[in-house]
């Protein structure tokens, strides 16, 4: 056996049979079943995706806007004579809507923003489900839509709207219910209910909320009063006040909160006391006092701050403007601001309150609605008022006449309410479910 150097024939490296190379690996084959299986998972995916888009809310959601968007209407002087120049059915809009350049009308084929001149449709926004309430805030419009899960119906797929073209802004999702209506404040937007009461900042960003929460897991005593139902709701001044009705005590409770507190998870109270009476209601706030209808037909004006809890409680009988202080609908208690004073409804008169004070300056009774501010009347403003008749024009600081009554023919049962906005020189009348828009004759 040799022991010498290898000849020049033999194998270079060890004796494995590769030469002392690493041995080169097979190439994956593809077989065509697996090339077919992969085609098909990916058609899977593609199809699935495109079924639950197509099913789910974002593929049965229509948001047709407005292009050129709708441009702002020329005020004018107060006519004296009106006619109807359009209308359209509005059930989900509590009040009419004059919002930045359109008319908003609500209902089961969603929320459409219109040319306040004619009434065309400009844009219009729709969910699967129809909308529990339509209102406005931030120089927006507000939507909540119905959604329905395993607890129930909510209303708690909330949208906002930018009036002049319909595009979308902030959304979120609220722990609302059937009946809610909404209430805007300056920089806040609430929304109401008997047993629970949110609030939103500009960006839809919960910032308190008053109640029965649904979350199972809560802080520690996050919420005193969560055993309560409310009569009615009122904002102002950055607070958010209600009626209260609890279990042990025997008459409402008048509870103020600030709008943004410290922390969402447990509202800050300014104040909460008990009236003495049942059966009371909210009528408006400011950030230092809270006005109040008793059933025997007077106003109370109390202290709701730290630097006004020391005023005295003050009372006004309101004679022949005292109305009915049952709960009011959506337990929204609202008041239009116009000029120096808000003008409350009270069911049966328009009483307008010193948007400081809250006392009473004047009345005038028989009338179907608070009424509105006519668009460029300040600094001395100018308010048109529904009365049987037509629209009473009064000057909104004193009550006086400003000019004749406007003639409207209106064709509905007596005393119905007419609730009334303005925008340009179109007067918006929302007359139970529908929206009626009156133009200056000629």
């Known amino acids: 056996m040799s022991t010498g150097p290898p000849g020049p ?15 080169r690996l097979r190439p994956e084959r593809r077989r065509r079943g697996d090339l077919v299986a992969i085609a098909l998972i990916a058609v899977a995916a593609v199809v699935g995706t495109l079924l639950v888009l197509a099913s789910g809310d974002a593929g049965r959601t229509v948001d047709s806007t407005a292009s050129p968007p709708l441009a702002t209407t020329p005020t004018g002087p107060v006519p004296t004579a009106l006619a109807e120049a359009w209308r359209a059915e509005s059930p989900a809009t509590p009040a009419p809507l004059a919002v930045g350049a359109a008319v908003v009308t609500a209902g089961p084929d969603g929320v459409a923003g219109r040319d306040p001149l004619t009434g065309r449709e400009a844009w219009r926004y729709d969910r699967p489900e129809p909308p529990c309430t339509v209102g406005a805030g931030f120089g927006d419009v507000l939507a909540v839509f119905r959604t329905q899960g395993a607890l129930g119906t909510w209303c708690s797929d909330v949208a906002a709207l930018e009036p002049d073209t319909g595009a979308r802004g902030p959304a979120r999702n609220a722990d609302l219910r059937e009946g809610t209506r909404l209430l805007a404040d300056r920089d806040h937007v609430t929304g109401t209910g008997a047993d629970h009461v949110e609030t939103w900042r500009s960006d839809l960003v919960l910032t308190t909320e008053v109640g029965r929460l649904p979350t199972p897991v809560q802080p520690p005593d996050a919420q005193p009063r969560a055993g309560c139902t409310n009569g009615s709701v009122a904002v102002g001044g950055g607070t958010v006040g209600m009626v209260q009705r609890c279990p042990g005590e025997d008459s409402d409770r008048l509870t103020v909160v600030d709008a943004d507190p410290q922390s969402s998870e447990k509202p800050e109270e300014r104040a909460s006391t008990l009236l003495g009476v049942r059966g009371a209601r909210l009528v408006a706030l400011t950030d230092q006092r809270a006005a109040w209808a008793a059933p025997d037909g007077t106003l109370h004006v109390v202290g709701t701050s730290p630097d006004s809890a020391s005023l005295s409680e003050s009372v006004f009988p309101l004679g022949t403007a005292a109305g009915p202080t049952t709960d009011p609908p959506g337990l929204a208690a609202a008041v239009r601001p116009v000029g120096s004073v808000l ?19 004047w009345s005038l009774p028989g009338t179907l609605g608070a009424g509105a501010a006519w668009p460029g009347s300040a600094p001395a403003a100018v308010a048109v008022v529904p009365v049987p008749d037509g629209l009473a024009v009064l000057d909104a600081a004193t009550g006086a006449p400003r000019g004749p009554t406007i003639p409207v023919a209106r064709g509905l049962p007596a005393g119905t309410p007419v609730a009334v906005a303005a925008t ?19």
């Open 343 to 361: 003008l409350w409804w009270t069911g049966t008169a328009t009483v307008a309150l010193d948007a400081g004070d809250l006392s009473p300056r």
């Open 9 to 23: 024939d033999a194998p270079a490296g060890p004796p494995d049979g590769t030469g002392g190379r690493r041995p």
């Open 424 to 442: 340009g020189t179109t007067v918006v009348e929302l007359r139970g479910s529908t929206v009626v828009a009156l133009r200056p004759a000629g």
